[in-house]
């Protein structure tokens, strides 16, 4: 990603100030510090440009973390690779309106996020929703990749924790690596926690299989290929011996204390504005109905609080073509603009 713009003391200065604004935002900002944030995005385009570089570089550094000394002395060359095709970059078009959305620093994009290996990390402890609908919830110190292709989605958790709720596509399962544990689902929700010893899989919705032929050490005999868990059990297989999963029922109240951790910041990662209203939809009272099929497929980069709906109404509205209705109390009604 390029520099904005040429050198020159008043670059120098938006540079240091978007770095300034992404530290303050890995610590987490006040509701005052995010209308100040916004209103210094909606200020010069250029603002946005320049935050967009050095998250750009952030994540850079954050993929090196997938490079070990006892994998190779040398890094992998494909590490920090460009991606092959460029994408072309709308400018938002937020003015009065940005200053009341709370915390969402956003680009449109004119065409979606190619297909490629992603890094997510919790510098940002917040739900990230994927291009096709899927989403990864980190925990504090969790790492994942992600690997999408025509045959399969491939997500690697590298250590942590992360939740994952999988959008259905039976033609692509969508596969969680962890510790030699491969966790297939197609259409369902489950968290992966990798410790030294095991690998823990807790399903919440759906179900998942469980393949632990994977699974490499010393003097182990083969295990057996793959075990399927429902909605509400809890699986834990070993990493240290040939044991097949421990396979046990869990109380609601337990699964939503193990997930207590959930952050309620959403990440829209180019996702398509369905999969966004989706989210809305399911966290809050009010519903937004999109009233026009051809803006489901409406590609989206956002961050916002999964509790600011009016925000998130205020930013549709500001998007080009785009115009809201509050139907009543409990709808908002998202249309393309006459």
Do not use: C, Y
């Amino acid at each position: 990603m390029k520099r904005p713009e040429p050198e020159s003391p008043a670059s120098e200065l938006r540079s240091q100030t978007a770095a300034d604004w992404l530290a303050r935002r890995d610590r987490g900002l006040t509701a005052a510090e995010q209308d100040e944030f916004l209103q210094w995005l909606a200020a010069d385009p250029l603002h946005g440009e320049w935050f967009a570089l050095h998250r750009s570089i952030v994540g850079d550094f954050a993929a090196l973390a997938h490079w070990r000394p006892e994998h190779s002395e040398e890094p992998n060359p494909d590490l920090l690779a460009a991606p092959k095709r460029r994408i072309r970059w709308l400018a938002p078009t937020l003015l009065a309106a940005a200053a009341a959305i709370a915390f969402a620093a956003v680009w449109w994009r004119s065409i979606p996020m190619p297909t490629s290996v992603a890094t997510v990390a919790n510098a940002e402890l917040k739900r990230r929703i994927l291009e096709d609908g899927s989403s990864v919830e980190p925990n504090h110190g969790a790492i994942v990749t992600m690997e999408f292709s025509a045959n399969e989605r491939r997500a690697t958790l590298v250590r942590g924790e992360a939740l994952f709720t999988v959008a259905k596509d039976p033609s692509r399962p969508f596969i969680v690596r962890a510790g030699g544990v491969d966790v297939r689902a197609v259409g369902t929700a489950f968290s992966v926690r990798l410790d030294a010893a095991a690998v823990e899989v807790l399903v919440t919705e759906g179900r998942v299989a469980v393949d632990q032929s994977n699974v490499s050490g010393s003097n182990l005999a083969p295990r057996t290929p793959s075990s399927e868990v429902s909605s509400g059990h809890r699986a834990t297989v070993s990493l240290t011996s040939t044991e097949p999963p421990q396979i046990v029922a869990v109380t609601p109240q337990a699964i939503a204390h193990q997930l207590n951790w959930q952050p309620t910041l959403l990440d829209f990662s180019s996702a398509p504005l369905s999969a966004a209203v989706a989210e809305f939809n399911r966290r809050n009272r009010v519903q937004f109905i999109l009233a026009d099929a051809e803006l489901a497929a409406l590609p989206i980069v956002a961050s916002i609080r999964s509790d600011n709906v009016e925000g998130f109404a205020k930013f549709l509205a500001a998007a080009p073509g785009v115009e809201i209705e509050h139907r009543s109390a409990t709808e908002i009604v998202v249309n393309r603009k006459r």
